[in-house]
């Protein structure tokens, strides 16, 4: 962990933020809106697992489980949203 | 040396940041979460119409500070386990207690949104999605408050270090193993309040 890989990452993190604000006011498709923020989400919930948590150097165990978490909880969000449209 | 016993000696050099038990915590309480998630999810996805006149009713203005909030409280609190580490004890205590004025930014913003929504009529019972809303944020308004009081306690105790005896002659002395852990573990349960607010936000005030 170094200062300017963590300080990236919260301006990272602050201009990601941003962006899904942004997009949420513009006409989209819900759908592309719907994948753009679970991107965005997953994106972002890994900058905080791998740097600001330093799970990147903690057993592969632990950091998989978050990863997992990370990955799986939006790509379920994606799946109800998805699935009750049809 | 067999390429299986160096990635054996490269994953025993891997070291969890902070308590076992917090990391046990941690995870029981992203579980709970995810069940909450996904309620709200799953009621929002068959209530279209109640839920986006719900949110419309909300600020996402005030969503986007405290999102800044959180995410520059918990960037606060990773550059203070970092200067610890390079046993910079007086600048760590000092940027935990930069995270905590930050961190009432959240408290002061959420609990304007509330009374906004409380003037305005609105409650747990007035339907689901009020009740989504103020169960879930409130929820996670309570962890902050636990993760502020643990943040607090642990500013005290790095800042009772560099005003003992032992450290003020030596303000770069370092921290024991078990305060180190301490530390750790208490950045860890901040950044996952940070996590909890990165997938909650967009469910409430994106989506």
Redesign the interface.
């Known amino acids: ?3 300017i890989k ?2 990236g ?2 301006i990272g ?2 201009l990601l ?2 962006f ?2 942004i997009i ?1 006011f513009l006409d989209l498709n819900h759908n592309y ?2 994948i753009a ?1 679970a991107l ?2 997953m994106v ?2 890994m900058m ?2 791998d ?5 990147r ?4 165990i ?1 950091y998989r ?1 978050m990863a997992s ?2 990955v799986l ?2 790509t ?2 994606f799946l ?2 998805m699935l ?2 049809y | 040396m067999p390429e299986t016993n160096l990635m054996a000696e490269k994953e025993c050099q891997r070291v969890l940041p902070g308590d076992l038990a917090i990391w046990m915590f941690i995870f029981a309480e992203l579980t709970v979460f995810a069940i909450f998630f996904f309620s709200y999810s799953w009621m929002h996805s068959h209530n279209l119409e109640m839920f986006k006149a719900g949110q419309e009713n909300l600020h996402p203005v005030a969503g986007l500070i405290n999102t800044i909030a959180l995410i520059t409280s918990s960037y606060t609190v990773a550059l203070s386990v970092f200067f610890a580490k390079q046993n910079k004890i007086q600048l760590s205590w000092r940027l935990l207690s930069a995270s905590l004025l930050i961190a009432l930014i959240y408290v002061f913003t959420k609990s304007w949104e509330y009374s906004e929504l409380i003037n305005a009529g609105y409650g747990l019972s007035t339907n689901n999605f009020y009740m989504f809303y103020f169960f879930t944020t409130g929820f996670h308004f309570m962890h902050v408050l636990l993760g502020m009081l643990i943040l607090c306690i642990m500013t005290v105790r790095l800042r009772a270090l560099t005003v003992g005896d032992s450290v003020k002659d030596n303000r770069d002395t370092p921290l024991s193993e078990n305060e180190m852990l301490n530390l750790e573990s208490s950045a860890s349960y901040w950044h996952m309040v940070d996590l909890l607010w990165i997938l909650l936000f967009p469910l409430v005030y994106v989506l």
């Open positions: 962990m170094n200062l963590i300080t990452i919260w993190l602050i933020t941003s899904a604000i949420s809106l719907l923020v965005i989400t972002k919930g905080v697992a740097v600001f948590m330093d799970l150097s903690a057993p592969k632990w489980l978490y990370i909880v939006p379920f969000i109800i949203y009750s449209a």
